[in-house]
């Protein structure tokens, strides 16, 4: 089994910049996936593959990754942005979840 | 428009068990890996378990190996998973995503709103 690691919280004023790390060997050799979750509501797909964007999320959310660390960054942060956010690899048909950040945005 | 929609949560005691069904619909589920995510109240997200599109690849995390069962009836469009021996700290609510290939990887964009496991005396 492996282990993703994130901090547990970050805060941001509205408008600057946040960035979420997320650390594990697998990320060396498996992309990165990261959802965000609001709540009472499922998570949300944000990024995959380290550095892409789904459809219809906006383009404040980014994704990079060096060596066993990727990295979510959400440039000029909203106050809807507020909420909790994991990152998630898998490797031989097993996943695993980091075990999130909790984003303020105030 | 792709729905995912759980049922078969509820109480039971320990060492009980329970069968959750996950309802797909709105695209071609024979043609997906599926995945169950469960959440404590207040908690993180822990992923459960995986199954690639045709049930021969599947994986669990250690907590529930040899006591849970993931499968799937492609000709139903249905996702299962069966839970024995059943423990307090199962309590979770489970959510079944779908993957964004036929090979188990990652749950991707759609998720159900979760089906409610609770494990008490």
């Known amino acids: 089994s492996f282990e993703l690691t994130q901090p547990s919280s970050v805060s941001v004023s509205p408008g600057q910049t946040a960035r979420i790390s997320c650390s594990g060997d697998i990320l060396t050799k498996k992309y990165a996936r990261w959802f965000q979750q609001k709540p009472g509501q499922a998570p949300v797909l944000v990024i995959y593959k380290d550095t892409e964007r789904p459809s219809g999320i906006p383009q404040r959310f980014s994704g990079s990754s060096s060596g066993t660390t990727v990295t979510l960054t959400i440039s000029g942060a909203q106050v809807e942005d507020e909420a909790d956010y994991y990152c998630?690899?898998?490797?031989?048909?097993?996943?695993?979840f980091g075990g999130g950040t909790k984003v303020t945005v105030l | 428009e792709v729905q995912l929609v759980e049922s078969g949560g509820g109480l039971v005691q320990p060492g009980g068990s329970l069968r959750l069904s996950c309802a797909a619909s709105?695209?071609?589920?024979?043609?997906?890996?599926m995945h169950w995510v469960r959440q404590t109240p207040g908690k993180g997200l822990e992923w459960v378990s995986g199954?690639?599109?045709?049930?021969?690849?599947?994986g669990y995390v250690d907590s529930v190996k040899g006591r849970f069962t993931i499968f799937r009836d492609n000709a139903k469009n249905s996702l299962y998973l069966q839970m024995n021996s059943l423990r307090p700290e199962d309590t979770a609510l489970y959510y079944c995503a779908k993957d964004s290939t036929s090979a188990v990887e990652a749950p991707a964009g759609y998720w159900g709103q979760g089906t409610l496991v609770t494990v008490s005396s």
């Open positions: 709105g695209f071609t589920f024979n043609e997906y890996a």
């Open positions: 199954i690639s599109w045709n049930s021969v690849a599947s």
């Open positions: 998630y690899s898998a490797a031989d048909n097993n996943g695993v």
